[in-house]
């Protein structure tokens, strides 16, 4: 069993627009946008990764914390998707992260996120008490995503201390100090989020030498394997035997969603490993796993066929030996 | 159809040594009114529902009366739950019948007519909570 943490779910909703305005052309006017189509789910890495992997015919079970209405929703939805759910219910209302994409030029969406609820002590430790518990089940643990307020930054350290000590894989799909902290306990696997900025721990990963040598510090600390993105269609894995590069050739307008597509690849990566293929494999079907659901209006692409069919378009090379 | 097939995969549950305030609370929150109880391993000990709440809120003699309209007022009722609230969970949870994920539908939906459940938890081979299937899931799949 495959368990997610994600402790700031959300509410993602998508909306097409035919065109988005930037700017006003006369001070008194208010801008009113059409969409096209619009769409909600479940989200948060954690729960995507669950998502995908449900689809895939993984036992999976997603965990963190529900509050509200929205919460209800999100909830419904990972049901429907055939993840397991256990989570803690709060007070408050899970956050709604909104996205727009603007038609030709989906590759650049405009996302606004919000904080979502704080989370009392008491259900941070009635949460632990739930991990701990699933945790004596689970093959693979992913620690992933945003952490919400009123949660230490150093929450995913402990997470994964946890279960190392019970002895399951540890992967952790984050940002910033969370991230970073966690690769200090020497995580199975890490998927730095950059998104935001182009920094792992203290160190810049604007270019190739920058990302190799971040990815060797993640290593020097116990990771198996730590997969950063260099660019949209190109990634870097560097594990203790070597170095690889991950180049894809795809044009940007090709792509029409690209909420979900990292935490596909990541789905990707354990889906075949729990297959039994080395990592080298699982990385690169991860990586077509995340072309194809950048490639569909939805936000995970979730045909087994599509996504084997996008492995033709993944070249891997090795760049360094160890 | 088996069990696996029309269960909620929702593993919203307490311990016995959950406080009955925060069961309560949980119902609230999470809009349920019967939850299962697990043990340390996740395996199913029990069940507490609402209407065992109200039951045990309510003064000894409504057995005999079968109606509380009697009662001027909530507040003996109040007062005993506020003496509950911080009893844990296992002074009020029952034993509960459950089925197994490869338990057929007809024989699922037998229990909850017989017994008149309104929802029933499934377990592994090992007993741990993996589902619940409530009445509305066999009426709805019927009825499609």
Same mark, same amino acid.
Request: proline share 5%.
């Given at each position: 069993m495959i368990l997610t943490v994600t402790l700031n779910p959300t509410l993602d909703k998508f909306y097409w627009v035919d065109h988005l305005p930037l700017s006003l052309e006369r001070v008194e006017e208010e801008i009113l946008i059409r969409a096209r189509k619009s769409v909600s789910s479940a989200g948060g890495k954690g729960i995507n990764v669950s998502v995908f992997l449900a689809c895939m015919g993984v036992e999976t079970v997603a965990m963190g914390f529900l509050a509200g209405h929205t919460g209800q929703i999100i909830l419904r939805d990972l049901l429907e998707r055939g993840v397991t759910a256990n989570f803690v219910w709060i007070e408050g209302e899970n956050r709604t992260n909104i996205t727009i994409l603007e038609k030709g030029k989906?590759?650049?969406?405009?996302? /606004?996120?919000?904080?979502? #609820?704080? =989370?009392?002590?008491?259900?941070q430790e009635l949460f632990l008490k739930k991990y701990r518990r699933m945790l004596k089940?689970?093959?693979? +643990?992913?620690?992933?995503?945003?952490?919400? #307020?009123?949660? #230490?930054?150093? /929450?995913?350290?402990d997470l994964a201390?946890?279960?190392?000590?019970?002895? +399951?894989?540890? +992967?952790?799909?984050?940002?910033?100090?969370?991230?970073?902290?966690?690769?200090k306990t020497g995580p199975f696997f890490v998927k730095p989020d950059v998104r935001e900025e182009l920094v792992?721990?203290?160190?810049?990963?604007?270019?190739?030498?920058? =990302? +190799?040598a971040a990815g060797k510090k993640a290593v020097e600390y116990g990771c198996q394997a730590c997969l950063i993105s260099h660019h949209i269609t190109g990634d870097i894995l560097i594990t203790p035997e070597g170095i690889w590069e991950y180049e894809a050739e795809v044009p940007l307008t090709k792509f029409k969603n690209l909420v979900g597509a990292d935490d596909a690849l990541v789905g990707g990566v354990l889906y075949r490993l729990t297959k039994g293929d080395d990592l080298l494999e699982a990385v690169k079907f991860g990586m077509a796993a995340a072309l194809a659901s950048a490639e569909v209006e939805p936000k995970l692409c979730l045909a087994p066929a599509v996504i084997e069919h996008e492995m033709r378009t993944v070249e891997v090379r090795r760049k360094e030996d160890r | 159809m088996k069990a696996r097939e029309?269960? %909620? %995969?929702?593993?919203?549950?307490?311990?016995?040594?959950t406080l009955i305030h925060e069961a309560i609370y949980l119902m609230e929150q999470a809009g349920l009114s019967t939850l299962p109880v697990v043990d340390e391993e996740g395996k199913l000990v029990g069940i507490i529902t609402e209407h065992d709440l109200i039951h045990a809120a309510l003064p000894e003699y409504f057995e005999m009366l079968h109606s509380i309209s009697f009662l001027p007022n909530l507040n003996q009722i109040q007062k005993r739950l506020k003496e509950m609230a911080f009893k844990p969970v296992s002074d009020y949870m029952k034993e509960v019948l459950s089925v197994h994920l490869d338990d057929e539908d007809l024989h699922i939906a037998d229990l909850l007519? %017989?017994? %008149?459940l309104k929802q029933i938890p499934v377990v592994d081979d090992e007993g741990h909570l993996v589902g619940v299937i409530r009445r509305i899931d066999i009426l709805s799949r019927l009825v499609r």
């Amino acid at each position: 069993m495959i368990l997610t943490v994600t402790l700031n779910p959300t509410l993602d909703k998508f909306y097409w627009v035919d065109h988005l305005p930037l700017s006003l052309e006369r001070v008194e006017e208010e801008i009113l946008i059409r969409a096209r189509k619009s769409v909600s789910s479940a989200g948060g890495k954690g729960i995507n990764v669950s998502v995908f992997l449900a689809c895939m015919g993984v036992e999976t079970v997603a965990m963190g914390f529900l509050a509200g209405h929205t919460g209800q929703i999100i909830l419904r939805d990972l049901l429907e998707r055939g993840v397991t759910a256990n989570f803690v219910w709060i007070e408050g209302e899970n956050r709604t992260n909104i996205t727009i994409l603007e038609k030709g030029k989906e590759y650049h969406p405009v996302k /606004i996120h919000e904080e979502g #609820p704080r =989370i009392p002590t008491h259900a941070q430790e009635l949460f632990l008490k739930k991990y701990r518990r699933m945790l004596k089940r689970a093959e693979y +643990v992913v620690l992933a995503g945003a952490i919400p #307020p009123g949660i #230490p930054e150093t /929450i995913y350290k402990d997470l994964a201390r946890e279960a190392k000590a019970a002895g +399951v894989k540890v +992967v952790v799909h984050a940002g910033r100090r969370p991230l970073w902290e966690a690769v200090k306990t020497g995580p199975f696997f890490v998927k730095p989020d950059v998104r935001e900025e182009l920094v792992v721990g203290d160190m810049p990963v604007r270019t190739e030498e920058e =990302i +190799v040598a971040a990815g060797k510090k993640a290593v020097e600390y116990g990771c198996q394997a730590c997969l950063i993105s260099h660019h949209i269609t190109g990634d870097i894995l560097i594990t203790p035997e070597g170095i690889w590069e991950y180049e894809a050739e795809v044009p940007l307008t090709k792509f029409k969603n690209l909420v979900g597509a990292d935490d596909a690849l990541v789905g990707g990566v354990l889906y075949r490993l729990t297959k039994g293929d080395d990592l080298l494999e699982a990385v690169k079907f991860g990586m077509a796993a995340a072309l194809a659901s950048a490639e569909v209006e939805p936000k995970l692409c979730l045909a087994p066929a599509v996504i084997e069919h996008e492995m033709r378009t993944v070249e891997v090379r090795r760049k360094e030996d160890r | 159809m088996k069990a696996r097939e029309l269960m %909620r %995969r929702d593993l919203t549950s307490v311990e016995p040594d959950t406080l009955i305030h925060e069961a309560i609370y949980l119902m609230e929150q999470a809009g349920l009114s019967t939850l299962p109880v697990v043990d340390e391993e996740g395996k199913l000990v029990g069940i507490i529902t609402e209407h065992d709440l109200i039951h045990a809120a309510l003064p000894e003699y409504f057995e005999m009366l079968h109606s509380i309209s009697f009662l001027p007022n909530l507040n003996q009722i109040q007062k005993r739950l506020k003496e509950m609230a911080f009893k844990p969970v296992s002074d009020y949870m029952k034993e509960v019948l459950s089925v197994h994920l490869d338990d057929e539908d007809l024989h699922i939906a037998d229990l909850l007519i %017989r017994k %008149r459940l309104k929802q029933i938890p499934v377990v592994d081979d090992e007993g741990h909570l993996v589902g619940v299937i409530r009445r509305i899931d066999i009426l709805s799949r019927l009825v499609r």
